[in-house]
């Protein structure tokens, strides 16, 4: 059966640009997909077309069990959205703000109001609830946002580079709000450019490139498809990388990549830590003195490099370049305005 979160060959262009051409998802239940890729990959068209703000082209897709194109209203009920923006009302508190968004859900005002309190408990915003919004730092009101979208605790969650523009400490909270969620069963699809972010969070991860998916596994899977381990030594003279790299050669898989101006040289091996200590005892033998030594793992930088030719760039005002195209500056508070579309008349 599909996961929480399922689409098949999503297709969808703005004039000349295709922003999707033929996605594929599957969201188990209870898990976190990254949906990984630079600027223009098609990140956020996906997610606006997975939650009803954008009618694909083509393909087919089905959040929480529900068809997206046959039953939108459903979906949105279904959903929490975050977006790029923090999307928030700065003329209304951050009480206010969460009990609107309750509201707009036909929760009723007592009901918002007690779930209100306990968001802003849980996003330390509690010791400013009743000021104004345009109050707020940066990363205050993207923590309201992000509230915003879980008044109604819903089963599906998509974020939308939910961390861009903030601080470390931050995004270090909101990680632990995330892992909170999905420990409690939340399925989550999280758009991101930020590699560690993607790496800490997600069970599986999608890296999407010119609107495509161009490989898909867990982070040490395609951390795999890079060509494992890397020996890395700075030795402590210049002089001293002539003997350090015919050391290397004799442990490695493949050529030494040397960095003169930071004395680094780096070589592929197989071996692990076992292997690590004998190069430190033959580097000893050589007389070669080091500052540093260390066996490392490909990074997904390394995977992005290898799978695309080019590095996941942030861009300067946090958008998919692409996404750009369509006009929509939907965020979270815009899918609890757009489940009311035809709800609010009852």
Request: glycine fraction near 10%.
């Amino acid at each position: 059966m599909p996961g929480a979160i399922y689409a098949e060959g999503l297709v969808k262009t703005f004039g000349d640009v295709r922003a999707l051409d033929g996605v594929d998802l599957d969201v188990p239940e209870g898990t976190v997909l990254g949906l990984l890729g630079p600027n223009g990959a098609g990140k956020t068209t996906a997610v606006r077309c997975l939650t009803t703000l954008l009618t694909p082209d083509s393909g087919r897709a089905v959040v929480a069990g529900i068809d997206v194109l046959k039953h939108p209203n459903e979906v949105r009920r279904s959903i929490g959205l975050s977006g790029q923006f923090a999307a928030v009302d700065e003329y209304l508190t951050g009480r206010e703000n969460l009990q609107m968004v309750g509201q707009l859900y036909q929760m009723k005002a007592k009901e918002a109001k007690v779930r209100a309190g306990e968001l802003l408990d849980r996003f330390h915003l509690a010791d400013a609830a009743d000021r104004p919004s345009k109050t707020y730092s940066g990363g205050m009101r993207r923590r309201l946002d992000l509230a915003a979208a879980l008044v109604v605790s819903p089963p599906v969650m998509f974020m939308d580079e939910p961390t861009t523009g903030l601080d470390p400490r931050n995004r270090q909270q909101l990680w632990e709000v995330i892992q909170e969620l999905v420990s409690g069963g939340t399925t989550l699809l999280l758009t991101t450019q930020y590699l560690e972010e993607a790496d800490h969070l997600a069970h599986d991860i999608c890296v999407v490139d010119h609107g495509r998916v161009i490989a898909r596994g867990t982070s040490d899977q395609l951390k795999a498809q890079t060509g494992g381990e890397r020996v890395e030594v700075v030795v402590h003279e210049r002089e001293q990388i002539t003997a350090a790299t015919e050391v290397l050669r004799g442990f490695g898989k493949g050529e030494v990549a040397v960095e003169s101006h930071t004395r680094k040289l780096t070589v592929p091996v197989s071996g692990g830590a076992k292997l690590l200590a004998e190069v430190i005892r033959e580097l000893d033998n050589r007389g070669v003195e080091i500052d540093d030594i260390g066996l490392r793992r490909p990074t997904l930088d390394d995977v992005f490099i290898s799978l695309t030719g080019h590095v996941a760039e942030v861009a300067t005002n946090g958008e998919d370049a692409t996404d750009t195209t369509d006009g929509s500056g939907a965020t979270g508070a815009t899918a609890a305005t757009a489940a009311t579309d035809t709800e609010g008349a009852k």
